[in-house]
T-cell receptor, first 112, second 114 residues
Framework: RKEVEQDPGPFNVPEGATVAFNCTYSNSASQSFFWYRQDCRKEPKLLMSVYSSGNEDGRFTAQLNRASQYISLLIRDSKLSDSATYLCVVTPGADSWGKLQFGAGTQVVVTP | EAQVTQNPRYLITVTGKKLTVTCSQNMNHEYMSWYRQDPGLGLRQIYYSMNVEVTDKGDVPEGYKVSRKEKRNFPLILESPSPNQTSLYFC?????????????FGPGTRLTVT
């Protein structure tokens, strides 16, 4: 079983709609959680960190559910420019401060 | 401009011919890391470095070497490349000594080993 799992999609979303997807992680000791965005095999870029209390950045909302070991990302009022692959990223825990684990990504396609 | 640079961006080589992919950052970052990205597998960490002269294995270190003699540079060395090392490689850096800070990625190096 992969350490970090994501639904690969694609999620086909009409412009203006809301889309949400999850990422599950297997290590209950995982410390830090992030969503990165990657456009068409370019370099990933940080979208947002995910805090225990959840956080919102404009149209993007991230949530963490430690009990069920998943994080989620919700995109409201989708724009064409939101089309990308969203990577879930997890740091394994206190004994692995240098390690970082990526999900394989969820592809989102926003259509006119 | 703050950035992470990688060279070369594209490389086609033959099995067994040693190669080095350079990575350099100009942000005075402590932490640097190498990843490979393959379809369906996502990014997998090869090696990371939390400081000068401090390197450690990631999840897929076999067939790779790294060194961190200077803070800004973190080259990836393939002593004897094989076709299964054909991949897209990313170098990244972050301000902290741990992986729990924002990672800044280089533009990637597409390597093909024939």
């Amino acid at each position: 079983r992969k350490e970090v799992e994501q639904d690969p999609g694609p999620f086909n979303v009409p412009e203006g709609a809301t889309v949400a997807f999850n990422c599950t992680y297997s290590n209950s000791a995982s410390q830090s959680f992030f969503w990165y965005r990657q456009d068409c095999r370019k370099e990933p870029k940080l979208l947002m960190s995910v805090y225990s209390s959840g956080n919102e950045d404009g149209r993007f909302t991230a949530q963490l559910n430690r009990a069920s070991q998943y994080i989620s990302l919700l995109i409201r009022d989708s724009k064409l420019s939101d089309s990308a692959t969203y990577l879930c990223v997890v740091t394994p825990g206190a004994d692995s401060w240098g390690k970082l684990q990526f999900g394989a990504g969820t592809q989102v396609v926003v259509t006119p | 401009e703050a950035q992470v640079t990688q060279n070369p961006r594209y490389l086609i080589t033959v099995t067994g011919k040693k190669l080095t992919v350079t990575c350099s950052q100009n942000m005075n970052h402590e932490y640097m890391s190498w990843y490979r990205q393959d379809p369906g597998l996502g990014l997998r960490q090869i090696y990371y470095s939390m400081n000068v002269e401090v390197t450690d294995k990631g999840d897929v270190p076999e067939g790779y070497k790294v060194s961190r003699k200077e803070k800004r540079n973190f080259p990836l060395i393939l002593e004897s490349p094989s076709p299964n090392q054909t991949s897209l490689y990313f170098c990244a850096s972050s301000i902290g000594r741990q992986s729990s800070y924002e990672q800044y990625f280089g533009p990637g190096t597409r390597l093909t080993v024939t």
